[in-house]
């Protein structure tokens, strides 16, 4: 399995033979080295609805013909622009050909805002664990810390977890290296910061302040095999 890391919220699972994209905020994401053109996952997984994480989600679906998968408003609103969705919701799990999906629970919000500035509502937040090849992933969201992080930690035997650190509308690295307590994963990525103003963080502070779990700070394009 290949893991690739793409700037603010953007991961890529390669498994034997589907590659599998999540919240790919492409367009106006300064940190990204995707194009839209050249993305053809077979999944698209999304966190929640807000823009910066639904981003290309639409044109890169109608390209592929990728199956998007995200909690169900968001997956109703997304299947009306015309392409394939399944819907979930927290606590769910579903198992696809690729491996499992099982949403957990997030802390933040969720809505999209459209081009006339109508904020439609998309449901609840979420984070993502993918469970493929005998590997777990975590992809976290965006989220608060909550305590419950240490139930999906002790349920699930996390490889790699995903959380973000920029504070502001997220946990920033203080609560951050916390969680990371709580996942108990054998690594932890940091995510979601410096893509704009209010989120710009020094990653080197959370994984100074992680004790006892390895930390990787991912290059934007960075790949490693699980």
């Known amino acids: 399995m290949q893991i690739s890391y793409h700037g603010h919220s953007i991961v890529k699972i390669k498994t034997g033979d589907y590659t599998i ?40 679906a109608k390209a592929s013909d990728a199956l998007v998968v995200a909690p169900n408003e968001l997956a109703v609103y997304l299947g009306w622009q015309g392409i394939r969705t399944h819907g979930m919701n927290i606590g769910g799990a579903c198992e696809f050909e690729f491996g499992t ?29 993918v469970m493929a090849e005998d590997k777990t992933i975590y992809h976290a969201g965006d989220t608060a810390i909550f305590g419950d992080m240490e139930m999906i930690g002790k349920r699930h035997s996390i490889d790699v977890a995903f959380v973000p650190i ?44 992680v004790e006892g779990y390895e930390v990787k700070i991912m290059e934007t394009g960075e790949t490693f095999e699980l």
């Open 101 to 129: 999906v099982k949403y957990t629970q997030a802390f933040h919000s969720s809505s999209y805002t459209t081009e006339t500035n109508e904020i439609i509502y998309t449901g609840m937040p979420a984070g993502i664990l």
């Open 166 to 209: 920029g504070d502001n509308f997220t946990m920033g690295p203080v609560d951050a290296a916390y969680a990371v307590g709580l996942l108990n994963p054998k690594l932890a990525v940091p995510i979601h910061f410096n893509t704009f103003p209010p989120i710009e963080q020094d990653p080197e502070t959370f994984k100074a302040l």
């Open 21 to 60: 994209l999540i919240d790919p905020f492409i367009t106006g994401n300064k940190l990204t080295d995707l194009e839209v053109g050249n993305e053809k996952p077979d999944i698209i997984l999304l966190t929640h609805g807000h823009n910066d994480h639904v981003g290309d989600t639409v044109a890169i």
